[in-house]
């Protein structure tokens, strides 16, 4: 059986110990852990989060996630010598995150300096089974002679977001001579955060507490008996006040830990891996090549995206970086809408709704925001966080040679992202055919949404335009009819009158509006030689050579050769607009034109943005471009787990996690629908021998596998189906298998 | 000929980082920094300091002294490899704090993982010239073959106090493509902290420039031709909004880099030496014996007082740990005028007078204090900082047990300080005559201050009581009638009505209330067995077997085994009030009554004060009590010098350091006088040869050398002077000698 792979490290590397710590982090949608080493290193950046509590240092700065006391961290002391594997002799080492358990586990074999050999093991999850726990575990062994241990660990407070120290402490305790507990409160959200933890000693050791400098910290001496393993297990609890509980959070750490300290380590570890194996059953897409990369990407990408999801409450969304760094302050972009949203709801639609309800949940925000730009309806935040507003930082970093912060644009003009959510309500509904959601929240986020690129255009000649914009193109600003935003914005508020109509809602004012706006609206169309004008100026733009910062794609290099002026005024693209557009409407324009674009496009595109990629693939796949469409995905696949040592310091790039999965859906096995028929048309790789995934349609729950020569579709559950499997009608009713 | 010592560490040992990071501090009084290495280390507590840059984490804390951003730490890459003590092998390693230049120098010769080998020479110092000024440099040369070097350094505003962030960014500059500047705001006392620093490259190397996360950043990257050095030299300054200057801080330190650019590292290394050869010429004490340790010991406090006394500006004053950490978190106790000033007194009297104007800018917040506790006059913090308001944090660390946070009863009741400032000023005025002072700033505090005590007394049966206080001994607390306080209670209204007479200050109310409390004021008085009782109840209370807390002296073990109110109940001390008492007042009781309450405090003292060994080290020895005395010194000196890798990992122990010279110059030389005679009377040990020292009295500047067989005493200017050696009166021209 092709089971879910093992993420490994094989070496312990200081320049890669950032980078492992995000592709490694665990969590569960509530509380994200980076997979920083127990023992401390000057170059590592520790890391835990919850989804929703954020915090903003000074009233001028953007809120940010906040970074968590640390349950995590020890130090490990042996024969008084300070365990490091900068120090002494690494004779062996080895971490894998099983990313069918959830476990992070190390092992390491050690010549301290004076020539002893110990091996220790690491072990710790984040629960899946109960969204409060962690737990960790250590065992060591002397395994030349008796020795002597200490470890120092408990609840550590000093670490922070890069110095920002969001956090005051409140209070520290250690009740029944065991459980250690910290409160601590955010400076300005005021949300309480208390986290317990205790330690479970396989032997009577000696355990003394003490406090200071915002650490409570038990310390543990033990002496070593040769070969036979001392082990050290913590479990750890935390809740916040954003919890909504009846018991305050501080009672509910300590309860938590209290609860299962007597389970101990291994048997809590099988329950979250259950929890795990229900997910990886139900949600894994599994591929058969000879290309071992590509299967652990997909399972990296399909771990990642469940870890981050806070499927357990709609009050918070899926960051930039999910729970996995601070990169981008934790804020939610479009991201989640377009990138991360679909995963969820052709597997688990009621967490596609959980995410568009937090949208719904702050349309208020958004109805302010609009009002105060000048606009009607809705204008959503470009960055979102707890509270729904706007959460872009209102400058960019400072220009150290300038010192002037340049304004931020994409919260003033980065509109398309009010379209991008109406997309992800109409899709929503079409595959869930939720009439509960969209009578209500889903018709009233597109009557808004529409009520703002209503307001938004603006009349020449009696066409309507949309100036002034940011696409996804980033090297792009400021332009008029960005091609991606109008054609979002038509689309936007044709379904809102498409629904209205649907749902009796006789807003006579806006479905005269609308039709007007639908009437009129400029939509770029392909030119003399088939290419779809990315904005009104775009094209006429000089063009430069851009094979070097194509081969550095994702550093951004072309911004130390060029002021973000000088990009905007060529043909130079971080991600291309055209080519996201063909992939979210992949009927608008015949193959030739769809073909044409592409090349056009992906010859100006470095590619400096995560997300561009894998919807390259996806074009190029539906186009019959095999190769590059292969090529793309595996390098999208890199953009997280490629070689480059610094790209992930800060956290995985989530949008691109989920893009992988899209590329494999519906680049590779080519899915499309319309409202009431599924299609698939596959374009496997030839490097694939099988693609086989799951997949819930309008209330079917599907699964798919997929060989150079036949597909068969087994409905588990749902309503009797068509299906068009490379044009050709077919009825399902339990299971239907078709040669090519 | 005897010269001033280096201060050495002949090994890397992570046990010790922090430690030597205190002992090998750097700073001029303005400025102090912690020998922190340049490279990274998890373990290693940097710092930086700016005498009266204090800020409050949150409105519930107190105040604290502010870790600064720093310049000093690089990330060196060698090779690639990140270079760390803790890898590779240390082929050689010598680090030492030159105290005689004021420059620190670590040399180390390492070989890489990968087996080369590199010599890196690091230097630093803080300049003595220009109070804004640090430098430092680094010298790599690669031994075996050519290799390749990258260094990252700038200004890092990561760093904080133990995870309390006092500093929000303003601005980070890179001006003229050279000097990084870094502007920063302390978040509640709203100091405008500015740094500025620039890089001076051997040859021409590539430095580019960066800023994220609170770090301004050069990268330079540089070929290593095999034994050729490579130097990166750093000038760095600080400013602040203290400072009180035309310009602004920020543009002030890029203006002192500018300046100083060109002169490079070696030049303004040059002329710090200068101004510390200076300083040792004038101050420096000097002692031949065979027990080496002792010379370093007291060249170590000269030095550190030097670099830890604000002397440039009266608004600050010494803290507890000088600017060397962040222990009892930069607050000034009485033991800047107890253990620290002397020095000053007596060998600049004008720095001991800024010291005593801190506290008269100040008597509006002490009056206030007093008021509001009930009493008159002034009442001066137990814990003072730049406000000069009450800074003793309302409670002590929580007590993780009870979760219970016990208020902290120094700023209630130790109010010994009251008088121990008003002795301060008596002595000043006695050592310098400066009536100018005395009539104006002087006579107030010492009316104050009299006041004060006047309130303070309770009447019982017509004889005036002080009660409930807390003595210098803090394990001893809430008692009625401390000798040591009624002494100085005594001392300072005493001496108050004595100048109030003197400059015809004709307060007739303040007089008569003052001849009332000299007149009733209970003073307790040897009992018959010669006993001086600590207080009303102490030498009731029940002993015990003190030998085991003893052998641990300073590590407050006590607090293990009984809790406070135990220990409270005991004759247990931390340090000997009355032997304190005996200190100060040297001919108020007879050398039996002296010698008696020696022995049986001593007995009864676990020395777990800093301030304790030294003075017990200068009673014995005017006791004639040679061997137990020089073994007090002994043991004084090794408080920060000692093996204990932890004991000053926070900061020095300022005091101690105070007290050394005072054990020197009281104790052993045994020098006392009256109002208008210098009386000497040695009690040398007998491990030392011979003790030279510099002394300032009544406008004369004196030099004393004195051996086992004669004293030298010259006067190097001043009027003429009758001096009492061992009982007999000489005038005093130029110089005299003569034997014991």
């Known amino acids: 059986m092709n089971i879910v792979q093992e993420l490994n490290e094989k070496q312990f590397d200081l320049h890669y110990i950032n980078k492992y710590a995000s592709l490694m982090a665990q969590g569960n949608g509530y509380l994200g852990l980076r997979a920083s080493h127990e023992e401390h290193y000057a170059e590592q950046t520790r890391g835990m989060y919850i989804a929703g509590i954020y915090n903003k240092f000074t009233p001028n700065e953007a809120t940010e996630l906040v970074n968590l006391p ?42 301290s300096r004076s020539g002893e050999r110990f091996r220790l093991t690491f072990q710790r999850f984040v629960s899946k089974d109960d969204l409060h ?48 507990q910290g409160i601590y409160k955010t400076s300005e959200s005021n949300h309480t955060i208390a986290v317990a933890t205790s330690c479970i000693l396989g032997k009577e050791s000696d355990i003394s507490f003490g406090a200071k400098n915002r650490q409570l910290l038990g310390t543990i001496t033990q002496e070593l008996v040769v070969e036979q393993p001392f082990t050290l297990e913590k479990i750890s609890s935390v809740y916040t006040s954003n919890d909504m509980l009846r018991e305050d959070p501080a009672s509910a750490a300590v309860n938590t830990v209290q609860k299962y300290l007597t389970e101990g380590y291994d048997n809590l570890r099988d329950s979250n891996t259950i929890k795990w194996q229900d997910f990886w059953k139900q949600k894994r897409v599994v591929v058969t090549t000879n290309e071992k990369m590509d299967q652990l990407a997909i399972d990296f990408s399909l771990y990642h995206i469940e870890v981050m999801t806070p499927a357990h409450d709609e009050r918070f ?85 300038t010192g002037q912060r340049q304004k931020v644009a994409s919260a003033l003009a980065e509109h398309h ?39 938004r255009a603006t009349e020449d000649n009696g066409q309507l335009s949309i100036k002034d914009v940011i696409g996804p193109d980033e090297y792009t600003e400021h332009i008029d009819n960005n091609a991606y935003t109008n054609y979002m914005a038509y689309y936007n508020v044709q379904h809102a009158l498409q629904y209205m109509e649907k749902f009796n809602d006789v807003d006579t004012d806006l479905i005269q509006k609308a039709t007007d706006f639908l009437n009129r609206l400029y939509l770029p169309k392909p030119n003399d030689e088939n290419i779809i004008p990315q904005d009104d100026t775009f ?74 990629k894998a919807i390259h693939a996806i074009v190029a796949a539906r186009c019959g471009d095999q ?33 992988n999965w899209l590329a494999t859906i519906f680049g590779f096995a080519n899915i499309s629908m319309d409202i009431n028929r599924l299609k698939i048309s596959p374009k496997l790789p030839s490097e694939w021998e099988k693609l086989s995934f799951p997949f819930q349609w309008q209330g079917s729950v599907l699964s798919f596998t997929i060989t150079h020569r036949s597909i068969t579709v087994t409905k588990q559950s749902g309503p009797p189906l068509t299906i068009e499997i490379n044009g050709e009608e077919f009825n399902l009713t339990d299971q239907l298998k078709t040669s090519l």
């Open 627 to 659: 190769e590059n469409s292969y090529r793309f995905f595996q390098e999208a696949c890199l953009i997280d787990l490629g070689p480059n040592p610094k790209s992930s310091d800060e956290g995985l790039h989530a949008a691109s996690l989920g893009a």
């Open 70 to 111: 640390d349950v995590i961290g020890m130090k490990i002391e042996i024969n008084g010598e300070i365990f490091s594997l900068l120090t002494g002799t690494i004779l062996s080492y080895d971490r894998s995150l099983n990313m069918l358990t959830g476990e992070l586990t190390r092992e390491v074999v050690w010549q």
């Open 417 to 455: 992202i009010v379209a991008d959510i109406a997309y992800a309500v109409v899709q929503y509904y079409q595959n869930t055919l939720d009439e509960g959601f969209m009578a209500k929240e889903g018709l009233e986020l597109l009557k808004e949404t529409a009520r703002f690129w209503i307001s």
């Open 133 to 180: 726990l962690l737990a960790s575990k250590v065992e060591v062994v002397s395994l030349d002679r008796n020795a002597s241990i200490k470890i120092i660990t408990g609840i550590d407070a000093q670490g922070s977001n890069f110095g920002k120290q969001h956090l005051h402490e409140e209070n520290v305790r250690v009740l029944d001579k065991r459980i250690m």
């Open 539 to 612: 094209l006429s733009k000089p063009e430069i050579d851009l094979t070097t910062y194509k081969q550095n794609q994702g550093s951004q290099g072309i911004l130390l050769d060029y002021s973000r002026q000088e990009v905007n005024e060529m043909q130079i693209l971080k991600q291309a607009d055209v080519v996201m557009l063909l992939y979210l409407f992949p009927e608008l324009f015949p193959e030739e034109v769809v073909k044409k674009n592409l090349q056009y496009y992906e010859e100006h595109t470095i590619h400096d943005s995560s997300l561009s």
């Open 317 to 401: 969304s899926v960051a930039a970086k999910g729970l996995t760094g601070e990169g981008y302050k934790g804020h939610v972009f479009w991201d989640t809408e377009i990138f991360i949203a679909p995963f969820h709801l052709f597997t688990d639609p009621e967490k596609a709704k959980k995410l568009l309800r937090y949208r719904y949940l702050h349309i208020n925000e958004a109805k302010e925001k609009a009002a105060t730009n000048g606009y009607e309806g809705t204008l959503f935040p470009w960055e979102s966080a707890f509270t729904g507003k706007e959460e872009t930082p209102e400058y960019a970093a400072i220009n150290i040679i």
